[in-house]
């Protein structure tokens, strides 16, 4: 997730690297929102069947894997994603003790990042994750300024508030733009995990910002979709805020660069919009 850069940059090569940083997380979202389409995500969903019978390999080797990944979309996680799977179970097991389903979804839920190192661009691994199929809503990072060569912009159907999809059709029937997560819950049911609903649902909706974060996509919502939200949320609040919420994870502590919980926490008040005071078509 895109959670702003620092507001100070004392040294000259702090600001370059930042400057970098920034083209680094644009370029990505360029890239995505250029090629992330129906056609685009139909054709991934299509192949993951035979793509699941590739290769075989453990949770814990999967982890390992993601020591070689720098998530390109994001400009304050430059430290390996194995970490951050550690350190959001572990903050999940200190606020839900009694979960344990909940502490393995921490632990996994970002594992469809390993995409990424068998040729998948980032673009179509990392990053906030929307609807396509339907008119792209304000709150998609970057939107003003990185779909313009999108096809489906200019699309008769896809280009319109609903485009493909009814009224509150809910989240289930709705293609979301390509990415770890999606891949992810496909790979779970591929899989056959035996975990709750709840823990499908927070894997494959965590980067879902625009609807977790800023209230958009009510009008394909169901109520199931808005019992499951506090879910989405509560992962994302152990997983970006929890050493701070809790106290301290034990072992984990902030991150070098990490910054305060109530400028990028997405549980504080500028970040999270209660659903019922969002835009969108009620
Ligand atoms: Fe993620």
């Not at 606020?95 to 389903?101: E, F, L, N």
Request: proline share 7%; aromatic share 10%.
């Amino acid at each position: 997730m895109l959670r702003g850069l620092s507001l100070s940059t004392p040294e000259p090569d702090a600001a370059l690297q930042e400057g970098k940083l920034l083209d680094r997380v644009y370029n990505t979202y360029l890239l995505m929102h250029t090629h992330q389409t129906v056609d685009f995500v139909r054709k991934k969903v299509q192949a993951l069947p035979g793509h699941c019978s590739l290769r075989k390999m453990s949770i814990m080797e999967a982890l390992e894997l993601l020591d070689q990944l720098v998530d390109e979309s994001d400009p304050d996680v430059d430290f390996p994603n194995s970490y951050h799977a550690y350190q959001t179970a572990e903050g999940i097991r200190q606020a839900h003790p009694d979960k344990d389903w909940f502490h393995l979804v921490g632990l996994l839920h970002d594992l469809g990042k390993v995409l990424a190192l068998f040729g998948e661009p980032q673009w179509a691994v990392v990053g906030d994750t929307f609807p396509v199929g339907c008119k792209v809503q304000k709150s998609v990072v970057f939107s003003d300024s990185t779909f313009h060569d999108n096809p489906d912009t200019r699309h008769p159907l896809y280009s319109t508030e609903y485009g493909m999809y009814q009224p509150r059709c809910g989240l289930e029937n709705i293609l979301m733009s390509w990415g770890h997560d999606e891949y992810m819950y496909r790979v779970m049911k591929f899989n056959n995990f035996t975990l709750p609903k709840e823990a499908f649902y927070m894997v494959r909706f965590h980067s879902f910002y625009p609807w977790h974060t800023h209230g958009d996509y009510q009008h394909l919502c169901t109520e199931e979709d808005l019992r499951m939200l506090p879910w989405v949320r509560e992962l994302k609040c152990v997983a970006w805020g929890g050493w701070d919420r809790t106290g301290g994870l034990g072992q984990a502590p902030p991150l070098q660069g990490e910054q305060p919980p109530s400028m990028t926490h997405p549980c504080s008040p500028q970040q999270v919009r209660p659903l019922h005071q969002a835009g969108g078509a009620a």
